[in-house]
């Protein structure tokens, strides 16, 4: 494996500050695929590039992952000017290109205040790629959140291992992001509670449900890694 299979979608944070995510991703995969540019990345400080950029990266084969790393309220993605690009249209997006070739396995929401249940649902309303969606509800503080996406995109990227073979056990999607979820409410339960972090899954029977509302659910993972 040479890419980590994740797409980065960054609005510049503050006029006068060179923050950045860029530095934890090559981080990411550095140590996961052996090589700091092992992911794609693309800056949008307007809605129509914001637009642009996620129909293109949503329809790329490669790309598995999509993080967006920019401002958010309850409205939706708030991009550098000052624009917000609302649920529904993201919805719309991800829906015409889940009729296109797509590989997209999971939408991560890098904003404040946005992924709610609400939003979700609405974003779910429709055939989309992602198996989950993962963000916060709440606003939360760039260092705290970066540290939770730091562990939670980790682990999602590195593969699970057999103790006693040492060989990678194959995953359904819906397995990973269970598994991911479940490391994340034994290592970081403070910050996932406090942050008001969620992990959404669709279900046919229970409609959205957040993984991290649930319990026991978790354990034959846990004791595979």
């Not at 794609?40 to 084969?61: D, F, P, Q, R």
């Not at 609405?122 to 790629?129: A, G, M, N, V, Y």
């Not at 996406?149 to 291992?161: A, K, Q």
């Amino acid at each position: 494996m040479t890419d980590t299979g994740i797409a980065v979608i960054e609005s510049t944070w503050w006029k006068k500050k060179n923050t950045s995510v860029r530095g934890f991703f090559e981080i990411i995969a550095d140590i996961v695929v052996k090589n700091p540019h092992g992911y794609h990345y693309e800056m949008a400080n307007n809605v129509e590039g914001l637009k642009k950029a996620i129909e293109t990266l949503s329809s790329t084969k490669d790309v598995r992952y999509l993080y967006l790393a920019m401002h958010g309220n309850a409205d939706g993605i708030v991009v550098h000017n000052r624009e917000t690009l609302s649920a529904i249209v993201l919805r719309n997006i991800l829906s015409r290109a889940y009729h296109q070739r797509n590989s997209l396995k999971g939408l991560y929401l890098g904003c404040c205040e946005f992924a709610t249940s609400e939003t979700v649902s609405k974003l779910f309303e429709r055939d989309i790629s992602p198996t989950w969606i993962a963000g916060y509800s709440r606003s939360v503080d760039w260092i705290e959140s970066s540290a939770l996406d730091m562990l939670f995109l980790s682990t999602l990227v590195n593969p699970l291992i057999d103790r006693k073979t040492k060989r990678k056990i194959r995953e359904t999607e819906l397995q990973r992001i269970e598994r991911v979820a479940g490391q994340l409410k034994n290592s970081a339960p403070g910050l996932v509670r406090d942050m008001g972090f969620g992990v959404f899954v669709r279900d046919a029977q229970r409609g959205v449900r957040d993984l991290f509302e649930e319990h026991d659910y978790f354990d034959e993972f846990d004791n595979a890694a």
